[in-house]
T-cell receptor, first 117, second 118 residues
């Protein structure tokens, strides 16, 4: 079965430091990949998506992600974190055989980011 | 602006009551979804609908019901059979297109409804 793993439940970084959030997927073919951000008490907002082509994808709010097929990874990065980036981040992959019990996207369990002043 | 509206923002339920959460979208999306979110458990899919008058159970459909009479609307009823309904509920929508056999459409989310038991 398809799955998405975000190995880090909670990460704390200092403001101004760089950030990398990990995402691994189990999949046979080239996947469609997404990163979302959720602020407390809010819905999810799409940060970026990867379909094909350039493996480095730029998103909103200064985020980028790199697709590495050999590692089945799609890690999210930001060179300098701001206090407003504190939120929960979800990685997702497009589901194979849409119509089962998983809907059209399979989500990881999320990584909560805290930012120290 | 197009988007998804969930109402109410906060909802309280007495034991034994059914409650209905509203979700409306004006994005002209075919597909709509309901998720439940509990701390540390990520998003769990309750129901989704790919087209009007049709819907499929997700991983945790027990104790919930939905209807899809209009493209714009996908209300979720939390029934008295749902023994632990306290959670944050998120509605989402997407286009229903599939590239090959893999789905490639992002979901767009509402701001959620927090349901609590009195």
């Amino acid at each position: 079965a398809q799955s998405v793993t975000q190995p880090d439940i909670h990460i704390t970084v200092s403001e101004g430091a760089s950030l990398e959030l990990r995402c691994n997927y189990s999949y046979g073919a080239t996947p469609y990949l997404f990163w979302y951000v959720q602020s407390p008490g809010q819905g999810l907002q799409l940060l970026l998506k990867y379909f094909s082509g350039d493996t480095l994808v730029q998103g909103i709010k200064g985020f980028e992600a790199e697709f590495k097929r050999s590692q089945s990874s799609f890690n999210l990065r930001k060179p300098s974190v701001h206090w407003s980036d504190a939120a929960e981040y979800f990685c997702a992959v497009g589901a194979m055989n849409y119509g089962g019990s998983q809907g059209n996207l399979i989500f990881g369990k999320g990584t909560k980011l805290s930012v120290k002043p | 602006d197009g988007g998804i509206t969930q109402s109410p923002k906060y909802l309280f339920r007495k034991e034994g009551q059914n409650v209905t959460l509203s979700c409306e979208q004006n994005l002209n999306h075919d597909a709509m979804y309901w998720y439940r979110q509990d701390p540390g458990q990520g998003l769990r899919l309750i129901y989704y609908s790919q087209i009007v008058n049709d819907f499929q159970k997700g991983d945790i459909a027990e104790g919930y019901s939905v209807s899809r009479e209009k493209k714009e609307s996908f209300p979720l009823t939390v029934t008295s059979a749902q023994k632990n309904p306290t959670a944050f509920y998120l509605c989402a929508s997407s286009r229903s297109l599939v590239q090959g056999k893999y789905s490639n459409q992002p979901q767009h989310f509402g701001d959620g409804t927090r349901l609590s038991i009195l």
